[in-house]
């Protein structure tokens, strides 16, 4: 079982920046694929970001390409956001995850999930 645990939500002007980070208990799990999913209020969950456990293959989705970067410290089991040039439609709970596949990720389906992080952008 993984657990993960994230930090670093919170509120911020539009056109600011945060990082968002996720660490996992497992030392092996950075051998699997990590990212970001987020669930705005009325809308359903949404892939944001992933990269795999070499750092070799990365995606986004379009509404935060240019503007948000997944990066991974295999070292520190921990997986990070950064994101930049927020705007409101950003307002969304983000949630880490963890996938044995890059293909769980863009099916919707990681095998693990983080407690999610509020991240409130005011206009």
């Known amino acids: 079982q993984v657990q993960l645990v994230e930090s670093g939500g919170g509120l911020v002007q539009a056109g600011g920046s945060l990082m968002l980070s996720c660490a996992t208990s497992?030392?092996?799990?950075?051998?699997?694929?990590m990212g970001w999913f987020r669930q705005a209020p009325g809308k359903e969950r949404e892939f944001v970001a992933l990269?795999?456990?070499?750092?070799?293959?990365?995606a986004y989705a379009d509404s935060v390409k240019g503007r948000f970067t997944v990066s991974r410290d295999n070292a520190k089991n921990t997986v990070y956001l950064q994101m930049n040039s927020l705007k409101a439609e950003d307002t969304a709970v983000y949630y880490c995850?963890?996938?044995?596949?890059?293909?769980?990720?863009?099916?919707?389906?990681?095998?693990?999930w983080g407690q999610g992080s509020q991240v409130t952008v005011s206009s």
């Open positions: 990269i795999n456990w070499g750092g070799d293959v990365i």
């Open positions: 497992q030392a092996t799990a950075h051998t699997y694929a």
């Open positions: 995850a963890v996938g044995f596949t890059t293909k769980s990720f863009r099916d919707g389906v990681p095998d693990y």
